[in-house]
């Protein structure tokens, strides 16, 4: 099989929260694309040795870190899937993380309105302040729509306290 390659870059500040922690506030990130795989890279302004989950502060069950990639294949302005490494808080006490991709959920969403299911499978790396997501093609029957000329919406999220204490950082 050929390989074809897609390559597109979108560089500068996120649109959302300056107050965000280094961690949750976008620098830049890429797509690029052959016949097999998918990659999106994401990167923040920084990652801190060891990051604090399921913080005392937060309630239980709701999305306490996010970095992810929203797709809008048809660029019809409502995203059909989304990569993301995510950690929702979990009951217990806080722990102290060093392998933040350990730590969290990695999956292709397909999303369908207000809600979102799991697609795929999805292989995430961090490397330095760069979130790498790598998708096989074949994960979801739409993803050959997925192209350079796709909407892609980096985003990440960071909740630190109760249902209002929370930032988030975007940029297209």
Known sequence: MRAVWCFVIALGCGGGDSDC???????????????????????????PAE???????????VEEYSW??????????????EVAAKHYKMDGPERMVTD??????????RIEG????IAGSLDATLSGNTFTFTLDAGEDAGLDMVQASSKFVYRT????????????????
């Open 21 to 47: 922690p280094d961690f949750a506030q976008i620098r830049g990130g890429t797509f690029s694309r052959t016949a097999d795989t998918l990659t999106w890279t994401l990167e923040v302004a920084g990652i």
């Open 114 to 117: 207000a809600a979102g299911t």
């Open 157 to 172: 999220a960071y909740q630190h306290g109760g249902l209002t204490d929370r930032c988030e950082d975007s940029f297209e």
């Open 68 to 81: 992810g990639v929203d797709i809008d294949a048809n660029g019809d302005g409502t995203h059909e899937w």
């Open 51 to 61: 990051l604090t989950f399921d913080q005392s502060a937060v309630p239980s069950f």
């Open 100 to 109: 933040v991709i350990g730590a969290t959920q990695t999956d292709l969403w």
